[in-house]
T-cell receptor, first 117, second 115 residues
Framework: NAGVTQTPKFQVLKTGQSMTLQCAQDMNHEYMSWYRQDPGMGLRLIHYSVGAGITDQGEVPNGYNVSRSTTEDFPLRLLSAAPSQTSVYFC????????????????FGPGTRLTVT | AQSVAQPEDQVNVAEGNPLTVKCTYSVSGNPYLFWYVQYPNRGLQFLLKYITGDNLVKGSYGFEAEFNKSQTSFHLKKPSALVSDSALYFCAVRGWMDSSYKLIFGSGTRLLVRP
């Protein structure tokens, strides 16, 4: 298994540009999420999905859109990039979130370092 | 509201000495607690979790953590530190009643193990 993969690894955007960060997992995980990591602030949840066709907002959703058309993929779209979106973005997935045998451990991708100038 | 506090930005310890990385939490109801480690330019890796059961949880790479409900703490420990343990450590919490399944992360503690 490749686990959780993210592309690109690095990206530089100009203010106002749009782009999509890709995330894919090959573990048949129900739950997928996007976080951003900023110095001294830990990880903050942007959006999450509990299954194909279902998405919801996290702590810091403004300026980002997501969709979940398949179990495997969970792209994050920046609609109009701003310098405040300069950050490292991590995608994560989890096998199951319900039931007695649910595993709440999340598997993280390697991250995308985004700079907006 | 759920929250996690990691009161130390950095912990310094000599190789071979025991280490402790502190974490306290605030959550409604019973907590689900996690520790993750991040090495430079890498994603987070799961170390251990507390869901229910024994208060002392053992995890990867010789790490363990003790859940203390009265003190709302979940400190990460290792009896003998290695230089290779140097990394950024994150504590995270989720309330068991939280239907959004969100993990709330602390701000992270950098562990530096001196040879």
């Amino acid at each position: 298994n490749a686990g959780v993969t993210q592309t690109p690894k690095f990206q530089v955007l100009k203010t106002g540009q749009s782009m999509t960060l890709q995330c894919a997992q090959d573990m048949n995980h129900e739950y997928m999420s996007w976080y951003r990591q900023d110095p001294g602030m830990g990880l903050r949840l942007i959006h999450y999905s509990v299954g194909a066709g279902i998405t919801d907002q996290g702590e810091v959703p403004n300026g980002y859109n997501v969709s979940r058309s398949t179990t495997e993929d969970f792209p994050l779209r920046l609609l109009s990039a701003a310098p405040s979106q300069t950050s490292v973005y991590f995608c994560a997935s989890s096998y199951s979130i319900t039931g007695v045998e649910a595993s709440y451990e999340q598997y993280f991708g390697p991250g995308t370092r985004l700079t907006v100038t | 509201a759920q929250s996690v506090a990691q009161p130390e930005d950095q912990v310094n310890v000599a190789e071979g000495n025991p280490l402790t990385v502190k974490c306290t939490y605030s959550v409604s109801g019973n907590p689900y607690l996690f520790w993750y480690v991040q090495y430079p330019n890498r994603g987070l890796q799961f170390l251990l979790k507390y869901i229910t059961g024994d208060n002392l949880v053992k995890g990867s790479y010789g790490f363990e953590a003790e859940f203390n409900k009265s003190q709302t703490s979940f400190h990460l420990k290792k009896p003998s530190a290695l230089v290779s343990d140097s990394a950024l450590y994150f504590c995270a919490v989720r309330g068991w009643m939280d239907s959004s399944y969100k993990l709330i992360f602390g701000s992270g503690t950098r562990l530096l193990v001196r040879p």
